[in-house]
C-alpha cells in the first residue's frame, strides 16, 4: 500500500445559502481545493463524492458523475458513497483508498449536501433515513427523538448536566465565531441555550447542529509525489471505518458509539498512537451529547467525565485536548455529507498552522471523527503534517 | 496491487416480490454468496452494496450499515456507493479496489433494489434522478423520452429499424427464459413486441426493462487465497470506470455512449485483450436500443451495424457473441442497484460451467457492462475461469 497525502483544501461557506444550489456549492468548494494544490484538472484520474439524501433532498441521484460533468472533468471515473452523515469521512476514505491500492494516481474527494430547498419536516424525514426506519422514523423517532435518550441515559448513569451539554455548544459557538466559513459566527452563554427551545428533552435548540448547505474537498495524491503540488502536504496516517445496528434499541450501551469504540481501536492500532499523541480534533457532535460520547468513546477522558471535563473548559482551544476548532458541526454547520470533508479541511489548515484566531499551537497531529446516524457508522483519520 | 477473485455468487429471484422487503432480498443473496463461498461472516473485513434510490424508494438511506446489521456483521466496515443504475457495477469496482489495496482481505459486495412499493410515477421520478434534474427530469423528460431520442437518431444515421430492437427483446426474453431467477420467463414475438403499448415513440413496452425487486451478491478474496474458499474460483482480470455528462444536449453524439467507449478502450488495455477474447458478456439492455449501441460501442460490431446483426441472430446463445446470457436487463428484470451485481454473477456461473441450459460452450472469459442513467458513468469488468 502506498503512503496518502492531501495536498490541497478547500470549502464554501456553511449556512442557510439560499442563493446557491447543490451544484454551485461544491464546485466552488473542488475548485479551491484544486487551486491550493495547483493541480489542473485534467491531473486528477479520479473523484469520489460523499452525499447523503440529494434524492430527497434537492431530487438528484447520481451526483458524482453530476460533479464531475459540472467540473468539467468528464471522463473521470466518479464514485458516490453513503453512509449518511458519516458520508464525507468515507468518501475521504475511499478516496485514500483509491490512491493506496495504486489504482488512481490524483483524486479529489468533495462532500456536499444542499438541505434548505424544502421544508423542515422533509429535511427531518429524510434525515431519519439515517437510522432504521422501520423501526424508527416510521415509529416516530425523528433524531432528536435518538440523541435524547442517549443524553437522558448519560445524565442518569453518569451524573451528565444539561449545563455541562451546554458548555459544549457554547466552546463551538466561540470557536465558530474566529471562522468565516461557520454557519454561525456569534457567541453564545449558558443561559441562552438553557433558555432555548426544548426540542426532545433534555435537548434544547442550542444543543443540536443547524440543518445547512455547503460543501468541502480535498485533493489526494501518493505521499511521494506531494511535494510537487503543495509545500506543506498533509498525510493521511491512517483511516479505519466500523458499523453498528442502525437501531437503538438493538444496542448493549445507549452511553457510548460502539462503532467509535472499534474504529479508534482500529485506528491508533493503525497509526501505533494513542490519544496523547494528538494535538487537535474534529469530533462528530451532531447534538452536544454526541461530544461528550465521542470524547470518552475515543478515549480522551474517562467514561462519564467527558461533560465535567467540558465544563471545566478542558477541551476549549488551546486547552488539554482542542476540540471542535472549527466549530464542530454544531458552530460551523452540518451540511451531512459535507462534514466529515470539512473536519479534514480543518485539521489541514491546523496542521500547516493557517487557522488565524483559533490556531492550536504547535500542531502537529491531528484526528478526524465523523458518525453516522445514532452511530451505525463511524469513519475517523489521523493526519499529520510532513 | 493484488489480484482479486469471485469465490462465491448468489441472487434472489428478481420479480415483482410483494412478499418481501429490501432487506429480506439482499440477505438471501447475501446469504447464498457466502454460502456459496464456504465462508462465515466472521472472517469477512468489508462490506460494499450498491443500490440507487433507496431513500425515495423504501424511506431508507445509510443501506450498507443497515445489511452489515441485519446480516449480524457488526462491525464491519459497510459502505453504500451509487452511480444511478451503474451502483451494482461500482460496488464491485469498490470492493475489488479494497481487496487489491491490501486494505481489506476478505469482502461481500452486494447490489440491491426494492421498487415495487410506491406508485409508477414515484419511481419514474426516483429513476429521473439518474439525469439531470435540472435539465431533464424537471422538463419532462423521464427516462423512456431520453433513450427514444437516441433509437430516432439511429434509426435516422444507420437506418436502424423497430423490428431490429424488437429483436433484442425477443432473444433477451428467450434466454431469460431458461433462468430460474428472472423476472420474466415467457418468450415473445417480434409481432408482440410491435404491437405492445407505445411509451416514447419509437420505444415499446416491451423495448423497456421492467420495474423489478431483487438483490445480488459476490464474496471477494485475494486470488492467491482463493482456492482455499472454492473450487472454481473467477479472476476480476480488470475493472474501468469513466463518466460523462448527465444530461443528453451536452453530448456530441446521440448514438454513442462515450463512457462505455472510454471504459471500454481502458479495460482492454488493462486486460491485455480485446473484444475477440470474449466469450460472454452482459450488456446494459435498459432498453432495446441500449443493447445495440453497447455492442457497437465496446467494438463487437461497427457502428451501425448492432442491430442488423442481432436481427441475424449473431448474439444469440452460442452464436458469434454470446450476449445477455441472464436475460439482460428486459429479459431477467432491472433492480437498478442489483443489476451490476447480477451481471457478475451470471459471468461467473458461465465460467464455471453452471448455467445448465443456457450454458456457452466453453466460456472462459467473460464481461460485464454496466451503465448508469443514459450514460453519464459506465463501469467495466473482464472476468476469467482461472
Redesign the interface.
Known amino acids: 500500500?502506498r503512503k496518502v497525502a492531501i495536498v490541497g483544501v478547500g470549502m464554501s461557506k456553511f449556512g442557510e445559502e439560499w442563493n446557491r444550489g447543490f451544484r454551485d456549492l461544491i464546485i466552488e468548494a473542488g475548485v479551491r481545493a484544486l487551486e491550493d494544490a495547483n493541480i489542473s484538472g485534467a491531473d486528477l484520474d479520479g473523484?469520489f463524492c460523499g452525499t447523503?439524501?440529494?434524492?430527497?433532498l434537492?431530487?438528484?441521484?447520481?451526483?458524482?458523475?453530476?460533479i464531475?460533468?459540472f467540473m468539467g472533468?468528464?471522463?473521470?471515473?466518479?464514485?458516490?458513497?453513503?453512509?449518511?452523515c458519516a458520508s464525507g469521512g468515507?468518501a475521504l476514505r475511499?478516496g485514500y483508498?483509491?490512491i493506496?491500492?495504486?489504482?488512481h494516481d490524483a483524486v479529489v474527494v468533495g462532500g456536499v449536501e444542499k438541505m434548505t430547498d424544502v421544508s423542515g419536516g422533509l429535511v427531518s424525514?429524510?434525515l431519519?433515513?439515517?437510522?432504521?426506519?422501520e423501526w424508527e422514523?416510521?415509529q416516530g423517532a425523528t433524531f432528536p427523538a435518538i440523541y435524547a435518550m442517549m443524553a437522558r441515559r448519560h445524565m442518569m448513569e453518569f451524573g451528565t448536566t444539561e449545563e455541562q451539554m451546554a458548555a459544549v455548544a457554547v466552546k463551538n459557538h466561540l470557536n465558530a465565531s474566529k471562522n468565516k466559513y461557520a454557519h454561525f459566527q456569534n457567541e453564545i452563554t449558558i443561559d441562552q441555550v438553557m433558555k432555548s427551545k426544548m426540542v426532545a428533552s433534555p435537548l434544547k435548540v442550542f444543543d443540536c447542529s443547524p440543518v445547512s448547505d455547503g460543501a468541502a474537498a480535498v485533493v489526494l495524491v501518493p505521499l511521494e509525489n506531494a511535494k510537487k503540488y503543495s509545500k506543506d502536504p498533509i498525510e493521511i496516517v491512517a483511516?479505519a471505518?466500523?458499523?453498528?445496528?442502525?437501531?437503538l434499541h438493538?444496542r448493549q450501551s445507549l452511553t457510548s458509539i460502539?462503532?467509535t469504540q472499534?474504529a479508534t481501536r482500529k485506528l491508533f492500532s493503525l497509526a501505533n498512537m494513542t490519544t496523547k499523541d494528538i494535538d487537535v480534533v474534529e469530533v462528530h457532535d451532531c447534538f452536544t451529547i454526541a461530544e461528550i460520547m465521542a470524547l470518552e468513546d475515543i478515549g480522551f477522558f474517562k467514561k462519564g467525565e467527558g461533560g465535567g471535563a467540558t465544563a471545566e473548559g478542558r477541551t476549549a482551544l488551546n486547552a488539554e485536548i482542542s476540540v471542535n476548532t472549527s466549530g464542530g458541526l454544531k458552530g460551523c454547520g452540518h451540511p451531512v455529507g459535507a462534514t466529515g470533508v470539512k473536519q479534514a479541511v480543518e485539521i489541514a489548515w491546523q496542521l500547516r498552522g493557517v487557522a488565524g484566531a483559533r490556531q492550536v499551537k504547535d500542531a502537529e497531529i491531528g484526528m478526524t471523527h465523523n458518525v453516522?446516524?445514532s452511530g451505525?457508522?463511524c469513519v475517523m483519520h489521523i493526519l499529520k503534517r510532513v
Chains 1, 2 share one sequence.
Do not use: Y
Open positions: 500500500m473523484l447523503m439524501a440529494p434524492g430527497n434537492v431530487g438528484q441521484e447520481h451526483t458524482a458523475a453530476l464531475a460533468d472533468l468528464n471522463p473521470i471515473p466518479a464514485t458516490r458513497v453513503e453512509a449518511a468515507l475511499t483508498m483509491a493506496a491500492s495504486g489504482m424525514e429524510a431519519g433515513g439515517a437510522g432504521d426506519q422514523l416510521f483511516s471505518q466500523a458499523s453498528d445496528t442502525l437501531a438493538d460502539h462503532a472499534e453516522g446516524g451505525a457508522t
